[in-house]
């Protein structure tokens, strides 16, 4: 689909193709590759054609430049039908969006087209051993020499690197810089001598998606990839692509929540117990209540949290408890789902395993739900002093 401008019409049958193709394609493999935890390459090739890859890259870069609200619906859409593939064009589009931000229009101009095909799929290096959720605690250094930087230092957790292309990576180009985040830099790291991809690590669930150790080992990046072409901005950069990349967790909470719903309620239909079906016992009409409600407010707090992105104004506090909430509505109806499927929800035969294997790292990831708390009390606090 290339379009000029985009109507809202574009946007719905964009949102209604993306569920079909998720109902047709996805949803007759999703067991089959999580459960071999195997990379879904045709999937990818589909993913493809149907522009993801290019969804909020700007139509000027060849992506479709759809507003954050058209995408976290596409990206509820498929994770409602299986999680993990979302996160492939999820982690690349963050890259992309950092460098369409603050990128150099010469890197722009390198990167963008070949990220909108998905020919470059790219990912965020962030995570290193010591340092997830204290970024500033991060221990990879970049040292100029003439016109490239020597990168050394290790990655952890970095989805998309095996299959990727290469990654947003985030370092230290001045360790000493007190406050610590004024010493931070982020680079366009393609794969080249010295930029190592480890293991697959095994994971709970988020399978089939690559996720690795990375170490960089004298890895040398021209000064060209530094992005924005100044050093020190590296926080403030990634910062800024967080709000978005939030949204983005939270559809994908929604979108498990929603999934989870919908097998809860056909089972609670199909299976019978003391001469009644299941959603006519009272303690299972209760969940399935609480499932819907937690959804639905989820789902709202991301259309909020979108259209003020869109707006383009500041959507820190509504898009943490977006993400807040819609991590949570997953996980509550993950495990509420697997009551009502009782036993069968240990059978591997059964999907809503999947799905419980999948929520908790919408909990953790982007911000985890405790720092996002802290994010959300300060922002109150802010606004509110007195
Ligand atoms: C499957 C998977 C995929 C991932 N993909 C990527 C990726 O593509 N790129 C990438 O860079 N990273 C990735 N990550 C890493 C992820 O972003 C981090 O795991 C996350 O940020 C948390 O960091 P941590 O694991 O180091 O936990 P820690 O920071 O060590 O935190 C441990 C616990 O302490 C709590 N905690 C820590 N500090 C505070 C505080 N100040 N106040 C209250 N509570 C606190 C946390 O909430 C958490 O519960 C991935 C992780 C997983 C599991």
Same mark, same amino acid.
């Given at each position: 689909?290339?379009?000029?401008?985009?109507?809202?019409?574009?946007?719905?049958?964009?949102?209604?193709?993306?569920?079909? $193709?998720?109902?047709?394609?996805?949803?007759?493999?999703?067991?089959?590759?999580?459960?071999?935890?195997?990379?879904?390459?045709?999937?990818?090739?589909?993913?493809?054609?149907?522009?993801?890859?290019?969804?909020?890259? !700007?139509?000027?870069?060849?992506?479709?430049?759809?507003?954050?609200?058209?995408?976290?619906?596409?990206?509820?859409?498929?994770?409602?039908? $299986?999680?993990?593939?979302?996160?492939?064009?999820?982690?690349?589009?963050?890259?992309?969006? &950092?460098?369409?931000?603050?990128?150099?229009?010469?890197?722009?101009?390198?990167?963008?087209?070949?990220?909108?095909? !998905?020919?470059?799929?790219?990912?965020?290096?962030?995570?290193?051993?010591?340092?997830?959720?204290?970024?500033?605690?991060?221990?990879?250094?970049?040292?100029?020499?003439?016109?490239?930087?020597?990168?050394?230092?290790?990655?952890? $957790?970095?989805?998309?690197?095996?299959?990727?292309?290469?990654?947003?990576?985030?370092?230290?180009?001045?360790?000493?810089?007190?406050?610590?985040?004024? !010493?931070?830099?982020?680079?366009?790291?393609?794969?080249?001598? =010295?930029?190592?991809?480890?293991?697959?690590?095994?994971?709970? =669930?988020?399978?089939?998606?690559?996720?690795?150790?990375?170490?960089?080992?004298?890895?040398?990046? /021209?000064?060209?990839?530094?992005?924005?072409?100044?050093?020190?901005?590296?926080?403030?950069?990634?910062?800024?692509?967080?709000?978005?990349?939030?949204?983005?967790?939270? &559809?994908?909470?929604?979108?498990?929540?929603?999934?989870?719903?919908?097998?809860?309620?056909?089972?609670?239909?199909?299976?019978?117990?003391?001469?009644? /079906?299941? $959603?006519?016992?009272?303690?299972?009409?209760?969940?399935?209540?609480?499932?819907?409600?937690?959804?639905?407010?989820?789902?709202?707090?991301?259309?909020?949290?979108?259209?003020?992105?869109?707006?383009?104004?500041?959507?820190?506090?509504?898009?943490?408890?977006?993400?807040?909430?819609?991590?949570?509505? =997953?996980?509550?109806?993950?495990?509420?789902?697997?009551?009502?499927?009782? =036993?069968?929800?240990?059978?591997?035969?059964?999907?809503?395993?999947?799905?419980?294997?999948?929520?908790?790292?919408?909990?953790?990831?982007?911000?985890?739900?405790?720092?996002?708390?802290?994010?959300?009390?300060?922002?109150?606090?802010?606004?509110?002093?007195?």
């Amino acid at each position: 689909m290339t379009m000029q401008s985009r109507s809202e019409q574009d946007d719905l049958a964009l949102i209604d193709a993306i569920e079909a $193709w998720a109902e047709k394609e996805l949803r007759p493999v999703a067991r089959q590759f999580d459960l071999a935890d195997e990379y879904p390459h045709e999937i990818v090739e589909q993913m493809k054609q149907l522009g993801l890859f290019g969804a909020t890259i !700007g139509e000027q870069y060849g992506g479709l430049g759809l507003s954050a609200w058209t995408y976290a619906q596409i990206v509820t859409k498929v994770a409602s039908v $299986w999680m993990a593939p979302s996160g492939i064009f999820n982690s690349h589009l963050i890259m992309a969006s &950092a460098i369409e931000r603050y990128g150099t229009e010469e890197q722009k101009q390198k990167y963008l087209p070949r990220m909108a095909t !998905g020919e470059f799929r790219g990912s965020i290096g962030l995570t290193e051993p010591n340092a997830g959720s204290d970024l500033q605690a991060i221990r990879t250094v970049a040292k100029k020499q003439g016109d490239e930087y020597v990168i050394n230092g290790s990655k952890t $957790w970095i989805t998309n690197s095996l299959h990727g292309h290469g990654t947003l990576l985030l370092v230290k180009t001045d360790p000493k810089a007190d406050p610590r985040y004024k !010493g931070m830099s982020l680079f366009i790291a393609e794969k080249t001598e =010295g930029f190592i991809v480890g293991n697959k690590l095994k994971k709970l =669930g988020y399978r089939s998606i690559d996720s690795c150790e990375l170490s960089f080992q004298d890895y040398r990046v /021209p000064v060209a990839n530094l992005v924005g072409g100044q050093e020190g901005q590296g926080f403030f950069q990634i910062a800024g692509g967080l709000e978005l990349g939030r949204i983005n967790v939270a &559809a994908r909470g929604v979108g498990i929540g929603e999934g989870a719903l919908k097998m809860a309620l056909r089972y609670a239909q199909e299976r019978s117990t003391f001469g009644k /079906p299941l $959603w006519n016992h009272q303690a299972v009409q209760l969940k399935l209540a609480d499932m819907a409600t937690q959804v639905e407010g989820a789902r709202q707090l991301v259309k909020l949290a979108s259209l003020k992105h869109d707006a383009g104004e500041r959507c820190d506090l509504e898009a943490a408890m977006a993400k807040l909430a819609g991590s949570e509505a =997953g996980a509550f109806c993950a495990q509420e789902a697997m009551r009502i499927f009782g =036993g069968f929800s240990y059978s591997v035969e059964y999907e809503i395993e999947r799905y419980y294997r999948d929520c908790m790292l919408m909990c953790i990831g982007e911000g985890s739900n405790e720092i996002l708390r802290t994010i959300i009390a300060k922002q109150l606090i802010e606004r509110h002093k007195i």
